[in-house]
C-alpha cells in the first residue's frame, strides 16, 4: 500500500520527517485526515493536535499553526512551533495554560484578545497532549 512521506518543519528547525498510513491535522476550517493520494491542497493550520498514524504506531504532535501542502503522497508542514507529545513537560505545560488563562482574564481592553485567545488555545493544545501521553506512560493504578 501507497505511503505519504511525510516533514514537519518549524521555526527551530526539522520536527518530524517519515512515512505515515494517514495523517490527521487541525486545518484551519476544520480536522481533515490525509490518505496516500490525496487531491493536491495547501491550508492554514490552526493551533491543535496533528495525529501521524503509521500501523499501529501513532505520534501526536502539538502545533500552534502554520500551513500544510500536498503533492503527490508528499505532505509538508510548516509549522510556528512544533512539538511531539512525549517532549512536552507536563507541570510546565499546566502552567503555561494557568498563565495564559489568567492573561485573557486580565487582559486590558486596549491589548489584542485574539492574540491572547490564540495562544491560551496552543497552551490548552499542550497541556491536553502532554496529559494524554504521561496517561498511556502511567502504569494502571492498583484498587
Known amino acids: 500500500m501507497a505511503k505519504l512521506q511525510l516533514d514537519i518543519v518549524s521555526a527551530t528547525g526539522a520536527v518530524y520527517s517519515g512515512q505515515a498510513d494517514e495523517v490527521i491535522a487541525p486545518a ?3 480536522e481533515i485526515a490525509v490518505l496516500p493520494s490525496h487531491a493536491p491542497l495547501i491550508t492554514t493550520l490552526r493551533p491543535g493536535e496533528l495525529r501521524i498514524l503509521n500501523g499501529q ?17 508528499k505532505m509538508t508542514v510548516l509549522a510556528d512551533q512544533a512539538e511531539e507529545a512525549s517532549a512536552i513537560d507536563l507541570a510546565k505545560a499546566d502552567e503555561a495554560l494557568r498563565l495564559a488563562r489568567q492573561r485573557v482574564a486580565e487582559l486590558p481592553k486596549d491589548q489584542d484578545l485574539d492574540k491572547a485567545l490564540a495562544e491560551l488555545r496552543s497552551a490548552h493544545v499542550r497541556a491536553s497532549i502532554a496529559r494524554r501521553a504521561s496517561d498511556r506512560r502511567s502504569p494502571p493504578r492498583q484498587r
Do not use: D, M
Open 57 to 73: 504506531q501513532e505520534t501526536s504532535l502539538a502545533i500552534s499553526g502554520g500551513f500544510l501542502e500536498i503533492v503527490n503522497n
Open 28 to 30: 484551519s476550517e476544520g
